[in-house]
């Protein structure tokens, strides 16, 4: 059984910083494309980042760019974001998600596997 477990969200000021992991267990972690996503209350669900199997390849969104870092461990099973400068607008559940094939991708719906979420709150 595939399950991926965010964690490290929270409460933080304007300016902060945040790093979110997120463990994967029941898949061939070295395999999969895995992926951040993002969903503020009252808005669809967005692509914040994603990194391929070997690591070294990423993509961010435009937004993210700069402030973000998606990086991997293969060895932990973890996926990580660090996030740094972070706005009010950040504010969002952080979603981890893993694409068990292919390139990387910005789209949702070609990612089979999704944890619970994390909470991401940045007061101003």
């Known amino acids: 059984q595939v399950q991926l477990v965010e964690s490290g969200g929270g409460l933080v000021q304007a300016g902060g910083s945040l790093r979110l992991s997120c463990a994967a267990s029941?898949?061939?972690?070295?395999?999969?494309?895995m992926g951040w996503f993002r969903q503020a209350p009252g808005k669809e669900r967005e692509f914040v980042a994603a990194?391929?199997?070997?690591?070294?390849?990423?993509n961010y969104a435009d937004s993210m760019k700069g402030r973000f870092t998606i990086s991997r461990d293969n060895g932990k099973n973890t996926v990580y974001l660090q996030m740094n400068s972070l706005k009010p607008e950040d504010t969002a559940v952080y979603y981890c998600a893993a694409r068990i094939w292919g390139a990387l991708s910005s789209v949702s719906g070609e990612y089979a596997y999704w944890g619970q979420g994390t909470q991401v709150t940045v007061s101003s």
């Open positions: 990194i391929r199997h070997s690591g070294g390849t990423t």
């Open positions: 029941g898949l061939t972690f070295s395999s999969p494309t």
